[in-house]
């Protein structure tokens, strides 16, 4: 029985029913061992197959072998933002960075305290309402970093750009929403609280060759290294993260894979875009039309439309649909535990406001 | 309705089992938000609320005040090894670190990446079976640090080291089972997983004394400053982790407080140590006798015995009771959520033991 208000938040967000309600039962009495999953040893042999399972499951889901680790560590992505070239660069290397967002520009300010930083691309002047692909990047950088997906600004990757040297992708709002040639990319990670799952992990993949010739003498806790050694499982890790990140990619699998996420997301985000396009004049949406986000879909509206817009949809119990804090606008966010259903009636709303209003 | 297993696992550990249906009931629907606790964003009044309950109720229980801070950070004590000497050394300056054990050891590991470290107790060559009082430290040193409670090794600091510099505590595993003077230190923590609820976040309080003339253009997520000025919620944090945390902390309060929790602790353990002590020839406890933990009992038993020993406690579901995985022997943690008729259980299984096999 759907109990549940419809949350757009864009993170932490919607989870499939199923996942929560395992995760309930776990609480009670995690895999019949008699303890709550709060309550687990994580060195007992029931949480390490946990463990080695959804590692198996999410390379399986992404295509890739084993050159590739998978960690579930913690501190969001903005830790990453600081590990990456904590772990990735030498003093003397470089590397190349992409803005095309607030969560750029944070990686940029992470990295640049550990070595020098190249932005080989910056759209600042344009409110980052377009991706740029016509950047050269120096071959002599140590990698490439991109956001495949702008939670705040609502563009998005389509094409990934052509790059000699590794690339490196924060997924934190698609991963697992679409297709990839995940081969492409050295290191890939993604906060959990959109697409993976509940906040308190963050899934890192790692191709193996990019781990080559790095800084030697690093703080263990901050080393993968040292993470991909211990198999994972270095400290206490967040084991109820990992459990429902777990879960939340079961889910996935058993629901047709990514094949059908993406399907779900362009047939949910084209829904929306649709009566954006239709009504231009009381939705504006800033951002290019082919780089536009199919996870968060933002747009503004002439400003008493939308004060009455926000607050009929927090009547309807339409959560999470105000702008980003420093932003302003409205924010309509689709992870995949987003039904299609719902975003209908998100939908059937906004059509009914504009002839109400319009 | 009890339907565990008896859970003396040394951590993630036995949880409260009101703590436990309060989180099912927030995995369902948070505060009448109409959301799982897993889905709120953390951004919400909601969220914001419960941090900074858990921020009063946290110093309430400590009674200390406006001069100290309390953060919820993540990556487990042992990434606190790394952030204290991360934060408050600058590149000439040094601190004094205490070795009673595994946990002391791994901590001058992490701070030696980061300054100058001079170790100034160490009990290797007693095997940790006692904590030494009588060193001198150098007041040129920044801080002193000390582990409170050794989980492996089965001691823990009655009387604190007077010292005349900052004193820095890593109180993982007894933090809460006792009264304290608080105000004695300058920088406390503990990962969640023993006392204070489930493992992914991690108490860190901190007198704002000690974070002053400390390095600048530290890495923004790793710097304590950067997580106040943010009022604890500086990126995504583990929310669940975090409420699991406010009312693990509200039951300790709701139950008698410190108070209680120090005497609970005190029988539980005196019960556990009197048959240790009756029976010398069955249970060896290696510790010396005025430096026990109350947390974390350890012994050993003539090989055979101990064989049988856990056989049985496994048949019996006592949970947890294998000594640390590189240590051996026989290992009972009795955190504050372990109830005194649990322990009677135990303590009357040993007694039966020794009846049939002594």
Redesign the interface.
């Known amino acids: 029985m759907k ?3 419809l ?1 757009f ?7 499939p029913l199923e996942v ?1 309600e395992t ?2 039962q776990a ?3 995690f895999n019949d ?4 999953i ?6 007992t042999e029931a949480f390490k197959a946990l463990v080695f399972e959804t590692q198996n499951n999410v390379k399986n889901l992404m295509n890739i072998g084993a050159d590739y680790e998978v960690l579930f560590l ?6 990453q ?2 590990q990456i070239p ?1 772990n990735l660069l030498n003093k003397s290397d470089s590397a190349a960075y992409v803005v095309n967002g607030i969560w750029g520009e944070k990686a940029v ?2 990295a640049q ?2 070595s020098q930083i190249q932005v080989v691309s910056n759209t600042t002047n344009e409110n980052h309402t377009k991706i740029e692909t016509d950047f050269v990047v120096d071959k002599n950088h140590k990698y490439l970093h991109v956001t495949s997906n702008n939670t705040v600004e609502g563009t998005q990757w389509h094409q990934f750009p052509k790059t000699e040297i590794p690339l490196v992708a924060d997924m934190s709002s698609d991963i697992f929403s679409r297709q990839l040639d995940f081969t492409k990319f050295d290191l890939i990670y993604a ?1 959990a ?1 959109k697409n993976l ?5 963050t899934l890192v993949v790692i191709k193996k060759s990019i781990l080559e010739n790095n800084p030697e ?6 080393d993968y290294r040292q993470h991909i050694k211990a198999g994972a499982i ?8 990992i459990y ?1 990140l777990s879960e939340t990619v079961k889910w996935i699998i058993n629901n047709g894979g990514l094949n059908s996420m993406e399907q779900n997301t362009f047939e949910k985000a084209s829904a929306i875009y649709k009566i954006i396009d239709d009504y231009k004049d009381v939705f504006h949406c800033p951002v290019r039309k082919e780089d536009r986000s199919f996870n968060n879909i933002i747009f503004n509206m002439p400003k008493e439309l939308e004060t009455n817009f926000l607050n009929e949809c927090k009547a309807h ?1 339409f ?2 649909l105000k702008g980003y ?1 420093t932003k302003g606008g409205v924010r309509i966010s689709i992870y995949n535990a987003m039904p299609l259903e719902d975003v209908k009636i998100l939908g059937n709303f906004m059509l009914d406001f504009v002839k109400r209003y319009v």
């Open positions: 109990q549940h208000a949350n938040n864009s993170g932490p967000a919607v989870l929560i995760s309930k609480l009670q009495n061992t008699g303890l709550s709060l309550e687990i040893g994580h060195r913690t501190g969001g992505a903005t830790q933002f600081m904590y300010q992470e305290i550990w906060g609280q799952g509940a906040a308190g992990v003498n690093l703080s263990p806790i901050l270095l400290n206490t890790p967040p084991v109820f993260a429902v119990k959560i999470g804090r």
